[in-house]
């Protein structure tokens, strides 16, 4: 069973481009254009690994993130950070909030596969 | 029949009455328990107003000259009702100050002036001599009008029986000795007489019921009320023209009007009643309706007994001076006629007494002891009790008071009628009303202003008043009235400078007045307070505000003995009273006197108030400086401490004004500062949204551009849409570039606008066709409604279109998926161009309808799913209106969904075609 990815984003086309290259390295590719549909996708069908954005309408980024850590359940899930905002103290607070990792739009297709793939390591079956 | 010696006995009986009266109500307020602490005791001595003048004089002056009596009595009415505040300031100075007469009074407002203490008295004793003449005339007359009884016989003049055989001169001596035992008796610190004002208020009632049983008698007795006296009167033709006749003209009622005015406050007799002696200012609010009730009671009957009289003895043989007696004479009442004579007794008992002694206090405290004093002051204060030289002195002056009136009355006195006589001395007292009322309100009045009006009033007076009366006597030839002095006709007394056509009273009032008054005011204008009158007329004018900390007017330095302060107290008003005054001090304050050495300049001050009582301010100034050891604060040294005083004040008061300014300024400055940290902020925000809206189509295109070159792979279809995303996103990308440019040149002021007069109607054609083919791809109804004529407007006409396809484009973008529809109006509003574009989509949350017109700022209601714009069109469509005077805002559209409608200020250009259009619509 390929692993899950979900997608959080509200910007149609990048949500198109994301959706592309997971599917295309392999992924099953859930998504979700605000923070309560992320946590309701998450109840119903936990991902492995989730592309967060932080500029959401309602609850933003970083509050999905704190939720997800804050639920025991989710302990394994990764998470990467994506924004537009290039700011430092928005880095560290993702970092802190407990994101795996933090990637600045706009990025490369090929690092951002590849960040990916690290978080979730080989695939076993 | 009565003989000499029966009215004599009554007499004698009635004034033994009063003398018990004022000897029991000194007894009762020695043991604290005053008779005369109420408001109608306090009203009846003030009628000590109403001398033999009323009670002989009225009936007099009505039987010559109808109702002319009655303004002397209107002035002091129109006093107490209107000007009792003025009574409540004058009687406020005074017990403040312990002031004891009216010479005190202006003295001590002028700088404790002892020139001007003299100045008064002596006005005061000249001016009531002839007043005083006229009391014992009265006494002397009735005497011997009565003891002729029942003959009703012209008494011979008096000039014509030697002095001592002289009724007059016999009355003299025993109202002397009368004042002498109810006034000096001891000295009193605070110059209170509550014995004599019990018995003053006595004999107001007894001249009222005596005054009260004549009229009744009169007009009830032995006529049958007034509706038959005044009957009987209008049938006596000399009568009946006393009250219509032309010659008794009303002309001179406003001069009596104001003298009596005048009177009523500087009259030193009421001065005395109504001041001196008050025990608690509010009394005055009682007295004043009172006391002219008291005055209405009293003329009742004048005019019917005059009537009364004069159809008595119509030949005119008796004196209608005497009528009150010689009615009930004629009609053989024995007993009324006697009741009379002691009325008439009474009213001039009561004036003489308080008269004597109130100008004994004025002679003894400003013009004896200045004298004394300055002559040999320091042999003065050596000798040992004072008190009794001060009771010898005032006794003197009683006497001498006395003697100056009967002189009066024998050499001048007797031709004259009793209301002539009062009236001169009327108007020498009122000279004292400018200086006195002016003092207590206008700071600027000076020394010299009081000295120069005072002198001029008074001079003009003797010229205008007195001389005349002594060349109708005959003590001057005639000729001075008629030719004038050394046959200068402009100078002549009664038509000075060839004033004529005023009664004489009137005419000396005007020019005593006018010297007075101009003297006053220029005196005072020309010349420079001292220290002393700065410090004393602010005390006068400014007295209920400085009855606390500065109530007293004087500055020691300390450094007299308790034991010299007392040792003078004692010399003055002997040593038992000096006792239980300073022990009573002692007691309010906590002190312990007996271990006192030094006094402080608080109990100075106090001896200093307490001896003025006895000796007057002036006086009692020098007398303490004389044992405060030459440690008078020198004024020039007040002045100075007050300089500095102010000086420190003004600096603490600059140094307060300073740190608020520097409070302020921090205030400013933090508020400053936290604006800027806030503008930081916006500014970090706005840069990182911009970053944000810049970074997101960025990324569409980075993706899309890198999927496409990595999938080479990719099927045309979808190749295709990652082709247009680019296009698309690259467009969006290049129009935000250009808004945030856009925005920034109009907020920065560096818009480069072309302004000029429009006709709207093309730029809402031209704004329909650019957006023309987004209308057409999507399947949205767009409707039209203009008015046939729209007003030019005055603006760039590319930016106005801009706003226009902004808010199409906004509208087509919002409006109903399904069945979208999109209405634009054009029309006026309040005489202004009006644009709307309604859409029936979701509208917009009332919460929102500020903020979508921010940057960056889109409404968060249900759209998440919607298409988004740069989050600028609207920021900058709001600019550009305002930018042109017009007002952007959102509201809901009729049925559903949002109406954005913009108004614009119309072209003047406008104004010309206005009036064909109007008639075009009147078409």
Not at chain 2, 194 to 220: D, P, Q, W
Not at chain 2, 342 to 370: E, F, K, Q, R
Not at chain 2, 396 to 425: D, K, M, N, Q
Request: with cysteine; proline share 4%.
């Amino acid at each position: 069973m390929s692993r899950k990815i979900l997608v959080v984003e509200d910007e149609p086309n990048i949500v198109d481009s994301l959706s592309f290259l997971m599917k295309r390295a392999g992924f099953e590719v859930l998504i979700a254009r605000d923070g309560d549909t992320a946590i309701r996708m998450m109840q119903s069908r936990p991902a492995d690994l989730v592309l967060l954005d932080v500029m959401l309408p309602r609850r933003d980024g970083f509050e999905v993130c704190r939720e997800i850590r804050a639920n025991p359940d989710w302990k394994s899930v990764r998470i990467i950070m994506l924004t537009a905002r290039g700011r430092d103290l928005d880095r560290r607070k993702g970092l802190q909030l407990g994101a795996d990792d933090y990637v600045t739009k706009p990025f490369s297709t090929h690092d951002i596969i590849a960040r990916v793939q690290k978080l979730l390591g080989p695939e076993d079956g | 029949m009565l003989a000499g010696w029966s009215i004599l006995l009554f007499s004698l009986a009635y004034l033994c009455l009063l003398f018990a009266i004022a000897y029991y109500g000194d007894k009762r307020a020695d043991a604290g328990r005053s008779l005369i602490a109420n408001p109608y005791i306090y009203t009846l001595s003030i009628a000590v107003y109403c001398t033999s003048w009323t009670f002989y004089g009225s009936v007099g002056r009505a039987a010559s000259g109808g109702m002319d009596f009655l303004p002397i009595y209107l002035g002091p009415t129109l006093t107490f009702v209107l000007w009792g505040f003025l009574l409540r300031k004058i009687i406020h100075i005074c017990k403040a100050h312990r002031i004891t007469s009216i010479a005190d009074f202006i003295s001590s407002r002028y700088g404790k002036s002892a020139l001007l203490g003299g100045l008064v008295t002596m006005i005061a004793v000249l001016g009531i001599t002839p007043y005083i003449a006229l009391q014992l005339k009265a006494v002397s007359i009735s005497f011997n009008v009565l003891v002729n009884y029942p003959e009703v016989v012209m008494p011979p003049i008096s000039s014509q029986v030697p002095v001592l055989r002289d009724t007059a001169f016999l009355v003299a001596l025993l109202m002397a000795t009368f004042a002498i035992l109810f006034g000096t008796r001891h000295i009193d610190a605070s110059e209170h007489h509550e014995g004599m004002v019990a018995a003053i208020a006595f004999e107001s009632i007894v001249k009222l019921v005596a005054f009260l049983a004549i009229g009744i008698y009169v007009t009830f007795g032995l006529y049958d009320g007034f509706g038959d006296l005044f009957a009987t009167a209008a049938l006596t033709p000399r009568i009946g023209n006393l009250f219509t006749s032309s010659e008794n003209s009303y002309g001179h009622w406003p001069t009596l009007i104001l003298l009596s005015m005048a009177a009523i406050i500087c009259l030193p007799r009421q001065f005395q009643v109504t001041v001196v002696e008050n025990v608690n200012e509010d009394h005055i609010r009682k007295a004043a309706w009172l006391f002219p009730l008291y005055l209405l009671i009293i003329n009742i009957f004048v005019l019917p007994i005059a009537i009364g009289g004069l159809l008595q003895f119509p030949d005119g043989g008796v004196d209608a001076d005497t009528f009150v007696l010689t009615v009930p004479m004629a009609h053989r009442m024995e007993g009324l006629a006697l009741f009379a004579f002691i009325g008439g007794l009474s009213a001039a008992t009561g004036m003489v007494i308080v008269a004597a002694i109130a100008l004994s206090t004025m002679i003894c405290n400003d013009l004896v002891m200045p004298v004394l004093l300055r002559l040999n002051w320091r042999g003065l204060a050596e000798r040992g009790d004072l008190s009794g030289l001060l009771l010898s002195i005032r006794r003197g002056s009683i006497v001498l008071v006395l003697l100056l009136g009967y002189a009066y009355f024998r050499f001048i006195g007797e031709s004259a009628a009793l209301v002539t006589i009062g009236l001169i001395s009327f108007a020498a007292v009122a000279q004292f009303a400018p200086a006195m009322i002016g003092g207590m309100y206008w700071k600027g009045a000076t020394r010299l202003g009081a000295i120069l009006g005072l002198s001029l009033g008074f001079a003009l007076w003797v010229y205008t008043l007195l001389l005349p009366s002594l060349a109708q006597s005959g003590w001057l030839p005639i000729g001075f009235i008629e030719n004038g002095p050394f046959g200068i006709e402009l100078l002549r007394p009664y038509a000075l400078f060839g004033l004529s056509g005023l009664d004489n009273l009137s005419h000396a009032m005007f020019w005593s007045m006018i010297g007075n008054i101009g003297g006053y005011v220029l005196g005072s204008l020309m010349s420079r307070p001292g220290a002393i009158e700065r410090i004393q007329a602010a005390l006068f004018v400014d007295v209920p505000k400085r009855s606390g900390a500065f109530g007293s007017s004087s500055f020691w330095r300390g450094s007299a003995t308790v034991a010299d302060l007392r040792a003078l107290l004692a010399r003055f008003i002997g040593s038992h009273e000096t006792d239980r005054v300073l022990n009573e001090y002692a007691r309010g304050r906590g002190l312990n006197l007996g271990r006192l050495r030094e006094a402080d300049a608080a109990l100075v001050s106090f001896v200093e108030r307490l001896l003025a009582g006895a000796i007057g301010a002036a006086s009692s100034r020098v007398m303490v400086a004389s044992v405060a050891k030459g440690e008078v604060v020198g004024i020039e040294e007040v002045m100075k401490i007050l300089d500095e005083t102010s000086q420190v004040i003004e600096y603490s008061h600059q140094l307060e004004q300073k740190s608020r300014e520097l409070e302020l300024t921090t205030q400013e400055l933090r508020a400053a500062n936290d604006r800027l940290k806030e503008l930081d902020r916006l500014k970090d925000d706005f840069i990182s949204t911009v970053s944000h809206e810049l970074r997101t189509p960025l990324t569409s295109i980075r993706s899309f551009s890198e999927i496409l070159s990595d999938n080479p792979d990719l099927d045309p279809a979808e190749r295709e849409r990652f082709l247009t995303i680019v296009v698309k996103e690259t467009e969006r990308l290049t129009r935000l570039i250009n808004e945030i440019l856009d925005l920034a040149k109009m907020e920065a002021g560096r818009m480069d606008w072309q302004m000029i007069d429009i006709d709207p109607r093309s730029v809402i054609d031209d704004a329909l066709a650019a957006t023309g083919s987004l209308v057409a791809s999507s399947s949205i109804v767009l409707k039209l409604e203009m008015d046939p004529w729209l007003p030019q407007v005055h603006a760039d006409r590319d930016r106005l279109m801009q706003v226009i396809v902004n808010l199409i484009s906004n509208a087509v973008k919002f409006c109903d998926h399904e069945r979208g529809e999109v209405s634009i109006l054009a029309g006026q509003l309040g005489g202004r161009l009006y644009i709307g574009v309604l859409d029936n989509g979701p509208g917009v949350p009332a919460g929102d309808r500020q903020i979508i017109f921010e940057k960056f700022q889109e409404s968060r209601g249900p759209l998440v799913d919607k298409p988004r714009g740069t989050g600028l069109g609207l920021a900058i469509s709001r600019q550009i209106v305002e930018y042109f005077g017009g007002r952007i805002w959102v509201e809901d559209a009729p049925d559903r969904g949002a109406a954005f409608c913009f108004t614009l200020p119309v072209s003047r250009t406008n104004a010309a075609d206005r009036p064909a259009l109007q008639s075009q619509e009147a078409l």
